[in-house]
C-alpha cells in the first residue's frame, strides 16, 4: 500500500495517473482503490473533486454503501468514510473483497476519528492482490503554498513575505483555516493585521466540539496544553494539568482518541495551530485558567536555562505582579546578552506601559530599555515612557544621567532629534559625576562631529576627555564604545592616525557589547571616508561592518552600513537601479529620518542630474528632507552644493550666493573642511557670478588651509576644481583648463565618473576659448557626453552637447538644409524631448541649450506629434530609460 509523494501537483498527476488504467476499456481492467488520507480541513474534497473532473468514465458520486451499476469502468467515489453507518462500510468491504474490472473507487476519511486507528474500513478489511491500493495523504501546506494562496485572495499588494509566514504560523498549515483567515483578512482594512483576526468560527467549533468529547475527568490535560501553547511532552502536560503519572497518561490517551490534541513528533503533543489553543484557552474557566498558568510557571522556572520570556507571560496570566517583573528583567537582560536587544525593547515597552510599577522596578527595567533601545530602531513608544522617566524629580542623578544618555542617543540617532538629543547628552554629564562608565559614554557621545552645534575643535576635546574616563572606568565594552568613536573623530577630520586604530577595534571580543560597539564603529569609519574619497576601504569597512553588525544584533548600525553603502554607489557611479534602492531604504527607514538622509540626498542628487529640477528640490529641501541647520552637517554641505547649482541653472545668481553664504559659514564654524567637496566648486562660483571676487578668493584660500595635512582625496581634487572655477572666471583660462583636467585625473583615479566628466568639460570649454587646435577639447566634451549618457545624467548629457556642436568641425558639420528625418525624432527634438520629459520648463530648456524658447517650443509640438503621446510626462515612457 505505497504511499504517493513528491510535490502537491506531482502527487495529484500521479494520483490521475493510477486511477486511468481502470477506466480505460482498452485496457485489462485491473481495479484501483484509492485513499485520500487527511486530518479535518487539509483539503480532501478539493481534491478528489479535481481528480473526479480530470478523469474519464461514468461517474458516481454516492453514499458509502454505494455500489457499481453496470459493468463498464466505473468511478465510485466515498467521501468522509469515517462518519459511514457501519452497513455501509460492510458493503465497501465486500465490495472491495471482490472488485469488478474497471472500478476505481475513491475513500476519503480522517484518520484521527477513525473507529480503529489507520483502518479506515474497519478490522475487517483485506484487499485482493488484484485490487491496486494507493494511499494519499494530505499534510499540512507549506509557507509557499500558504503565500500563494495569499496572493490569489489579496493581491500582490497586501500579501507580503511577512503576512504569509504568520497565515502559515496561525493556521498550521491546515488549507481550510488558511482559506478561512483569508476570508476574514478580505473583508477587512489593509491596516488590520494578524493579530485582530480572532479564530475562525469553522475551527472554533471543531476545537471546542473535540474538547468536549474528551470525558470532564480527562479534560484538564487539553486545557493544560492550550496553556503552554507548545507542543509538549506528556510528563509536563501532566504536571501542568496537576494529573501526575497514570491519570496523566489516561487522560492525554483520551484527548489524542477525541483528536482534541495530536502528537508533534519527538514524544511531544498539542494542538495542530495556535488558534486552537486559543480557543480552548478562551473557553477555560478564569479560575482554572489560573491555577494552570501557576503551575505552568513553575514547571518553567525549573528548567535551565530558564525560558524566562515564557515564565513572564504565565506569571502575568496568574496575577502573580512581582514574579512577572523579576521574569520580564531576566528575559530582557537575557536577549541583551545575546544581541537581541530589539526583543528586549518590545518586552520591556510592554511592560512599563502596561500599569503601575513599581518605582525601584520601574527605574531598573527603564535603564535596561534604554540601553537597549539605542542599538534597535526607532521607537516612539520608548521615546515615551523614558521622557516620563527622566521627568521624575524623585530618581537619583545617576540613575536620571543614565537613562538621560540613552534618550539623547536615541533622539540624536533613530529620531533624528540631533540638538535636542545634545542637549539631554550635555545634562547626562552633569548627572553621571562619579559614574565613570556611563560617563565615559555620554563624553564619546557628545564627541561624534556630525551635528552642527560645536565645532570639531570640541569634539576633539571631548573624546580625549571621554578616552580618559574610560581608561579610568576598566569597562571593556565602554572602552570599545569610546574606541570606536575616536575613530570616527579622526577619520572625519582627514587623520591619518585614524587607520591603525581601526585594526585596534575588538572585533574578536567574547562580550558581545563589545562586537556591537565594534561593528558600529567600523560602519561609522566606513561613513567617514565616503566624505574623504577613499571608496574601496568605505566598502571594506562596510562589508565587514554590517556583517558583524547582523550577526551581534546591532540594528541600527547595520541600517546605518547600508545607507552609507547608497552613498559609495552615487559617489562611484554605481547609478544603475540606485534610485529604486535609494527609496527602498526610504520607505523601509523612513520614520527615522536621520538613517533616511543618505537616501533622500543622493535620490536629490540624481534629479538633479537628470534635470528632474521639482523632484530633486523636493528631495532636498521637502518636509521629509534633513534640516540644513541641524542636520548632520556633511549632508547639509552637499545638498546645499545641489541647491546652489539649481539655482545657477535657473539663473538665480543672487539665491545662489544666498546659499553659499550661510552654507559656508556652517562649515567654517564645523571646521570639517574634507566636508566642503561637494560645496566649494559651485559655492565660489555663485559668489563669483555674484560680483564678489574678493570673497571667492578668500573661500577657496580658507579651503585650501583647511585641508593642509589632511588625508581628504575628495577634497583635494574638489580644491582643484574650486581653482579652476576662479581662474576662469578672472580670465586666466589655460590655467583654469589645466586645473580642471588636474581635477578631472584626480577624480578618475578615485574612481568618481561623474564629477570626472563635470571637470573634463569644464577643461574642455577653457580650452576652446582660446585655444586654435579644437579637436582634444572637443573630444573632451564628446567623452563626458558618453559618461553622462551612461550615467544616466539626462541634464548634463543634454548641456555638453549643446557645447559640443557650438565647437563642432566644420568637416564634421551636416550639409546646408534640413535633413528629412521623417516620422523619427531628429536629435535636437529627441534632446529636447528628453529634458522636457525630465520635468524642465522650455525656458529652462532654452537656458541648458543655448535655443530660445519659441525654438524650445516647435521642438517640443514636434516630439509629441511624432511620438503620439499626448503630455511631456508620457514622453519618458516613449524615449526609453536615459530620458526619466
Known sequence: ?????????????????????????????????????????????????????????????????????????????????HRAPAEDVARLRALLADPPPHLACILSY?????????????????????????????????????????????????????LAAGLHRLSGGVAQTVADLLDLLAGQPSAVGLDRLGTPPRLDVLTLRRTAAVPEEHRRIVHAAAVLDEPATSHDLGMVAGLPGRSGADALAAALRAA??????????????????????????????????????????RRQPVPWERVAVHRRACGDERGWLVAVERAAGRFEEAGGQQHAVELLESALATGPVPEQARSR????LARCAVVGLRSDETLKVLRHIVADPGLPPAVRGEIRLDLGLLLCNQMGEVMEGRDELARAVDDLAGEPVPLARAMSALAMPYGPDASFAENVAWIERAVAVAEESGDPVVRAAVAANRVSVLLNGGDPAAWPLIERLPRDSDLIGCRQQTSRGLCNAADAVVWLGHYEKSRDLLAEGVTLAARSGAVYAEQTGRGCALVVDW???????????CRAFVDESGDMPYLASDARMVLGLLALARGDWADALDRLTGPEAADLDTGPVPISATVSGALIRLALAHDDVAGAAAEAAVAWQRLRAKGIWAWAAELAPWAVEATLRAGDTAAASAMTAEFAAGLDGRDAPSADAALEWTRGVLAEHTGRTTEAAARYESSAAAYRSLPRPYHAALTAAGAARCALGGAQDSGPAVALLTDSAAVFDALGATWDAARTRAELRHHQPAAERRPPGRPAYGDALSPREEEVAELAAAGMSNREIAATLHLSPRTVEQHVARALQKTGVHSRQQLGRVLGPASH
Open 1 to 81: 500500500m505505497p504511499d504517493s509523494a513528491g510535490s502537491a501537483e506531482d502527487a495529484e498527476a500521479i494520483l490521475r495517473g493510477r486511477l486511468a488504467p481502470a477506466l480505460d476499456p482498452r485496457g485489462d481492467g485491473r481495479p484501483v482503490l484509492l485513499l485520500v488520507e487527511g486530518a479535518a480541513g487539509t483539503g480532501k474534497t478539493r481534491l478528489v473533486e479535481r481528480l473526479v473532473e480530470a478523469v474519464a468514465g461514468t461517474v458516481h458520486r454516492t453514499a458509502p454503501g454505494g455500489s457499481p451499476a453496470g459493468d463498464g469502468p466505473e468511478l465510485l467515489v466515498a467521501e468522509d468514510v
Open 260 to 301: 482534541a490534541l495530536e502528537e508533534r513528533g519527538d514524544g511531544r503533543y498539542g494542538f495542530g495551530s495556535p488558534l486552537a489553543a486559543a480557543a480552548v484557552r478562551r473557553a477555560t474557566a478564569g479560575p482554572v485558567r489560573e491555577a494552570l498558568h501557576r503551575r505552568a510557571a513553575k514547571l518553567l522556572a
Open 110 to 162: 480522517r484518520p484521527e476519528e477513525l473507529a480503529v486507528p489507520g483502518l479506515p474500513l474497519g478490522p475487517d478489511t483485506d484487499f485482493p492482490a488484484r485490487l491496486a491500493v494507493v494511499r494519499h495523504v494530505l499534510g499540512p501546506l507549506g509557507v509557499a503554498e500558504v503565500r500563494r494562496a495569499a496572493l490569489a485572495a489579496l493581491g500582490a499588494d497586501r500579501c507580503t513575505p511577512d
Open 571 to 581: 559617489a562611484t557611479g554605481r547609478w544603475a537601479g540606485l534610485a529604486e534602492r
Open 365 to 368: 527595567l527603564a535603564r535596561l
